[in-house]
Structure formats: structure tokens, C-alpha cells
């Protein structure tokens, strides 16, 4: 199945107040793993950006001035992600900012029911608890010690690693290829051991005679006569 893992980075919380989408990455996965295919854009908004967002993302308006707008990579945008369900951390933010983006240019809206929202997927496997990417990360002994600030690209990637925990963990050693070729059959047989050598005994006569004595007390086939007869001194 084949997914695009999505995160964007704006100039602010809320585009019906005019921010705007200036990066956007999209990681190609298939069968939850990572294809190395991906779509990275900087954007140039067409607006500033607040202090507040530069100490998050690094990015100002001057270092995107010359970026293209959306209305020119979202062409490429769109064919990269085709027809996959879109899998985001806290979707309905980063949804908002790019339906604004496509309503401003004419676009259709993204359709929800192709949306898969880790966060949510995250508060219901750890109800109670801290699901942001950092400390999802820390669940899961992922490394974000790259993470000094957020970029779209590299959250992306982390979240793409995080989906996979989210869903169960991969465990390559049980994937099962739907094609019959590839399919191995494994035969199991018990190993050969050579033959154990007779230990000696560790009880007297004495004692085996009153084995033997309480044996014939146990009916006509006690589960002794299955094995070897006591034979002091061997």
C-alpha cells in the first residue's frame, strides 16, 4: 500500500488570518517502508513571518523571497501524492493550511477520508500521555537529535519511522510476500543426537528392591514397565 508521510511548516497557526504554507515535504512509503522518493518545496508566502515562527522553523521572509509560490509547484505537488492517503501528525492543522492554499488557486479541498492522523492514532495507543513528536521519538528510541528546529522535511522522516511503531512495529522476519513465487517453504525436522550413553545408578539394591515391591502395587500396566528394569549397580 503505498502512503505519502506529510508535514508543513507556516508562518503562523491560522491561515483565516492570513498565514500562509512557506515549506512542505511529503515521503513516499510503501507497505510502510520508505521508498527514498520524496517531495520537498520552500515556499515564498508572500507575506512576513513572525519572530515567533522563525525561532521554530529558521526560516524569514528575506530567505524566501526568491522561492517559488505554491500556485507553481503544487502541479507537482498533487501528481506526487496522487491518489495516497496522506498520514500527518496533528492533521487538522496542517490540512487547514494547505486547503487554503488550493482555494486560493482555484483547487479542490483534500478529501478527509484520506487522511490518517497520528496523533490521534497516538492518543489512542498511549491514551493519557505525551504524544508529540519528541516524545513519541523518546517512546520509540528514535533519534531526533537532529531536531534542533522543526523542518518539514526532516519531521517527515521521523514521523514516517513513527507510523510504523504506531502500527505495530515492522518485523521483517514475519512479512510475507503476496506473490506465490517468492514464497519459500521451510521444512522442520528434529536435529540428530548421537546416542545417550547408560548412567550408572544412583540407587542401591536395597532400595530397588522396594521399588520393584511398590511398582507391583500399582496395577497390571504402571507407566514404569515402559522403561528399563532396575538393575543395581549399572
Known sequence: MREIVLDTETTGLDPSEGHRILEIAAVEIVHQVATGRVFHALINPQRDVPE????????????LRDKPLFENLVDDFLAFVADAPLVIHNAEFDVRFLNSELARIGRSSIRQDHIVDTLALARKNHPGQSNSLN??????????TRRVQHGALLDAEILAEIYVELKGGRQPSLSFQNEPDSCKIVSWAPARTAPRKARRSLIDSVEGATHQQHIGTLGEAPIWFRFAAFQPGL
Open 52 to 63: 515567533d515562527a522563525v525561532r521554530v522553523h529558521g526560516h524569514t521572509a528575506a530567505s
Open 135 to 144: 516524545a513519541l521519538c523518546d517512546r520509540y528510541r528514535i533519534d531526533r
